[in-house]
């Protein structure tokens, strides 16, 4: 049975004799990609969007691709991106043998960041001076390609080599930086949790919250929705709202002392506030829920 998906293999002879490495320029490889652009490759591949912006997609993950963007694919991944809008850039291919065989490591490539079956993402955002440098270090290596005489492949070894310990660098840093910012998190959040457990009565400003945690309102909104699937300010309201149920429900405080008790502003303020959470007014609520 073919194959519905497009399979493209490494042109070993394109330079006369065998070379097992390339940079191609992305407006060249469009014209050989089939109309749909999905396909897969029997090589690796380093792609550096350096002109428009689209889609590009690796197995299942889509990203937004901006000039500065690179792109890592392993054989037998499958990709898209979109031809139209991504108008140039350069592909850094090669198989693992250019290099595996030189270092009698078979597992020299797959050991890289960006080639790990268990990597995070496909994709990197590479800082300015590093684009310049990878964008030189690829120029290089076509010039290389372009003098190549044969068994002398030593210096573009060394290139992409090069390219290739930088970028792990790069990647490897995003992906602590991710994780310190997880752990980060978490540790705010519990936090967060163990403040309004304590202050809820008193503060109900996510503000109040922030500036106890030494972090802007907005990255603790933004955690607690990551985290909880709601705002921060959201998470305080129901939180005093279940306090407010409990005063309800277990006391004989009057809906005034109990509007005090919560620092509402006004007790007109405190029936509207609990009516929106709970569709009911406070003395409703209390009348069907006090044992």
Same mark, same amino acid.
């Given at each position: 049975m073919k194959n519905s998906i497009p399979r493209y293999t490494f042109y070993k002879n394109k330079y006369g004799s065998e070379l097992l490495?390339?940079?191609?320029?992305?407006?060249?490889?469009?014209? =050989?990609?089939?109309?749909?652009a999905v396909h897969t490759?029997?090589?690796?591949? %380093?792609?550096? @969007?350096?002109? /428009?912006? /689209?889609?590009f997609s690796i197995?299942?993950?889509?990203?937004?691709?901006?000039? /500065?963007? @690179? =792109?890592?694919? &392993?054989?037998? !991944?499958?990709?898209?991106?979109?031809? *139209?809008? %991504?108008?140039?850039?350069?592909?850094l291919i090669f198989e693992d043998d250019f290099l595996s065989s030189f270092f009698k490591d078979p597992l020299f490539v797959q050991h890289l960041s =960006? =080639?790990?079956?268990?990597?995070?993402?496909? *994709?990197? #955002?590479?800082?300015?001076?590093?684009?310049?440098?990878?964008?030189?270090?690829? #120029?290089?290596?076509?010039?290389? %390609?372009?003098?190549?005489r044969q068994d002398d492949v030593h210096v573009l070894r060394a290139y992409l080599y090069e390219a290739l310990m930088l970028l792990n660098r790069a990647y490897q840093n995003l992906i602590s930086m991710? !994780? /310190?910012?997880?752990e980060a998190g978490g540790t705010h959040i519990s936090k967060f949790i163990e403040l309004?457990?304590?202050?809820?009565?008193?503060? #109900?400003?996510?503000?109040?919250?922030?500036?106890?945690?030494?972090?802007?309102?907005n990255y603790l909104n933004e955690i607690v929705n990551s985290a909880m699937g709601m705002s921060a300010k959201q998470?305080?309201?129901? &939180?005093v709202m279940e306090e407010a149920k409990r005063l309800l429900a277990y006391t004989d405080f009057p809906v005034s002392e109990i509007a005090f008790e919560l620092h509402f502003s006004t007790v007109s303020y405190f029936v509207r506030c609990f009516r929106q959470c709970t569709g009911e007014t406070p003395l409703v609520y209390r009348s069907m829920h006090k044992p």
């Open positions: 490495i390339d940079v191609v320029e992305l407006k060249y490889v469009k014209r =050989f990609l089939a109309e749909s490759l029997t090589y690796y591949d %380093i792609t550096f @969007v350096t002109e /428009g912006e /689209g889609s197995d299942n993950r889509t990203y937004q691709a901006v000039p /500065g963007d @690179v =792109f890592f694919s &392993k054989p037998g !991944e499958v990709r898209n991106w979109d031809t *139209g809008r %991504i108008v140039n850039g350069y592909a =960006f =080639f790990k079956m268990e990597k995070t993402a496909s *994709g990197l #955002h590479l800082p300015d001076e590093l684009y310049k440098r990878m964008l030189q270090l690829l #120029h290089d290596i076509k010039v290389e %390609i372009d003098q190549y991710e !994780e /310190g910012n997880k309004v457990g304590a202050d809820m009565r008193e503060h #109900h400003s996510v503000r109040h919250y922030a500036d106890k945690l030494c972090i802007t309102s998470y305080i309201q129901n &939180k």
